[in-house]
């Protein structure tokens, strides 16, 4: 046992560390391994911190007409302007007063021909997704719709960062607009049935399931409230109605900044 002794140099520190290590002094390496501990939390807070802080950006996606370059104006300029369907990216800043902070508004183009590479261009940096449904077609682009939903939960980036995502339903302005409640169900049925056909596909060309591509629990009909690690939301808004039309989604930004 190396007795306790002043230390009065950094020299005699290290003395006595390596004294203490080489008797196997119990009290020594006791204090290394907690200071390993703490530096080793440190540096890994810092790096997720650093990952968390590089992610600055909130992608508004969604299929063409859904009304995402409306939603877009309305952020980032407090009003809509003619708008047609975009081909490229509109990017924009967002300013969350009550923490101080700007986030970057990134309208990613719909349409089936541009969406995956532009999500694949910017995944990276999302903070968060606000997913904008045409609640007012809904009905008959719903298969469309829950495919590209279903790439991006089952995308391996955004299920490794696991950015918050907001299914906004917009248009609500219009009398036969589908509300969240209806959105969320028929969204869940459909995703399911596609979880179905994806999995007996996978397991077709090599007789076993890609878990990393299947979403929810298995064993029981697919859920939103089963996805691990994203946590999704629904919300009603018209960013074409009058008055505030998108104070939940102003919310929920003002929430993940």
């Known amino acids: 046992m190396v007795k306790s002794r002043d230390i009065s140099s950094f020299d005699d520190a290290v003395k006595y560390v390596k004294t203490g290590v080489e008797a196997g002094d119990p009290t020594v390496i006791g204090i290394l391994v907690a200071l390993c501990v703490v530096l080793f939390t440190i540096v890994l807070l810092a790096f997720l911190k650093g990952r968390k802080n590089a992610r600055q950006a909130v992608l508004l996606l969604g299929t063409c007409d859904s009304g995402k370059t409306s939603l877009f104006c309305k952020l980032v300029h407090g009003e809509v302007k003619t708008t047609y369907t975009s081909i490229k990216?509109?990017?924009?800043?967002?300013?969350?007063?009550?923490?101080?902070?700007?986030?970057?508004?990134?309208?990613?183009?719909?349409?089936?021909?541009?969406?995956?590479?532009?999500?694949?261009?910017?995944?990276?940096?999302?903070?968060?997704?606000?997913?904008?449904?045409?609640?007012?077609?809904?009905?008959?682009?719903?298969?469309?719709?829950?495919?590209?939903?279903?790439?991006?939960?089952?995308?391996?980036?955004?299920?490794?960062?696991?950015?918050?995502?907001?299914?906004?339903?917009?248009?609500?302005?219009?009398?036969?607009?589908?509300?969240?409640?209806?959105?969320?169900s028929q969204l869940e049925k459909e995703i399911n049935t596609q979880r179905v056909t994806r999995s007996a596909a996978l397991q077709g060309t090599d007789n076993t399931a890609n878990n990393n591509t299947f979403l929810g629990m298995r064993n029981k009909d697919f859920e939103f409230s089963d996805l691990k690690p994203f946590k999704v939301e629904f919300a009603e808004c018209s960013a074409l109605g009058k008055g505030n039309g998108l104070s939940d989604v102003e919310e929920w930004i003002e929430k993940i900044a």
């Open 89 to 184: 990216e509109n990017v924009g800043s967002y300013k969350v007063e009550n923490k101080n902070k700007v986030l970057q508004i990134l309208d990613l183009p719909g349409h089936e021909r541009l969406r995956v590479q532009s999500l694949e261009n910017h995944k990276r940096s999302a903070r968060g997704i606000v997913f904008v449904i045409d609640g007012a077609a809904f009905q008959k682009e719903i298969k469309e719709v829950a495919d590209y939903l279903y790439l991006i939960l089952s995308d391996g980036v955004l299920s490794g960062n696991s950015p918050p995502i907001l299914i906004a339903c917009n248009k609500q302005d219009q009398t036969l607009c589908k509300g969240a409640k209806v959105i969320k």
